[in-house]
T-cell receptor, first 111, second 118 residues
């Protein structure tokens, strides 16, 4: 089976840095994605990792360790608009191109 | 960038009626589209994989006779919720990936359809 775990909720302060962790157990592995979802809206793509290491994209960075089944999303210089749910999703190694999503982490950015 | 259009954005229907949701890839072709469902404060759950020109593949626990999927062209997939009941009220989201895209090309999502069954 597939299992993806994320913290349910996090709170951080505007201007700070926050790290959202994700652990996964899947049948094979073919990439990990992070999406942002505001309430009532569709998810938007943030980042992709398939090899170990850090991928940086402006204020957002994502890290992957395949041996540990672990990833994190790092958000720097937090802004109020970053308040949203952050979804970790994995593409397994079965050839199926759908993504399996974690339950999401609701981030609340406070002034 | 790749755009997926979903219609309608929201719909309210009476129990026992059917509702059709359309998903279109506007600037790319997609032989495969994915239908997800999301209940409040929960994550996206894959319902089915829509395959152009062939039968959809349904996830375990999803009734294929209740959630009819048609993928008649490379840019359009439809999901029909038949004989809707209040427990079918949810946020339905379609997604697609551009054909021939690289492995790291993400799924692009439609804006979702909020279905409320009264």
């Amino acid at each position: 089976g597939q299992n993806i775990d994320q913290p349910t909720e996090m709170t951080a302060t505007e201007g700070a840095i926050v790290q959202i962790n994700c652990t996964y157990q899947t049948s094979g592995f073919n990439g990990l994605f992070w999406y942002q979802q505001h309430a009532g809206e569709a998810p938007t793509f943030l980042s992709y990792n398939v090899l170990d290491g850090l991928e940086e994209k402006g204020r957002f960075s994502s890290f992957l360790s395949r041996s540990k089944g672990y990833s994190y999303l790092l958000l720097k210089e937090l802004q109020m608009k970053d308040s949203a749910s952050y979804l970790c999703a994995v593409r397994d190694g079965t050839g199926r191109r759908a993504l399996t999503f974690g339950s999401g982490t609701r981030l609340q950015v406070q002034p | 960038g790749a755009v997926v259009s979903q219609h309608p954005s929201w719909v309210i229907c009476k129990s026992g009626t059917s509702v059709k949701i359309e998903c279109r890839s506007l600037d790319f072709q997609a032989t495969t589209m994915f239908w997800y469902r999301q209940f409040p404060k929960q994550s996206l759950m894959l319902m089915a994989t829509s395959n152009e020109g062939s039968k959809a593949t349904y996830e375990q626990g999803v009734e294929k006779d209740k959630f009819l999927i048609n993928h008649a062209s490379l840019t359009l997939s439809t999901l029909t919720v038949t004989s809707a009941h209040p427990e079918d009220s949810s946020f339905y989201i379609c997604s697609a990936r551009a054909e021939g895209g690289q492995a790291n090309s993400p799924l692009h999502f439609g804006n979702g359809t909020r279905l409320t069954v009264t």
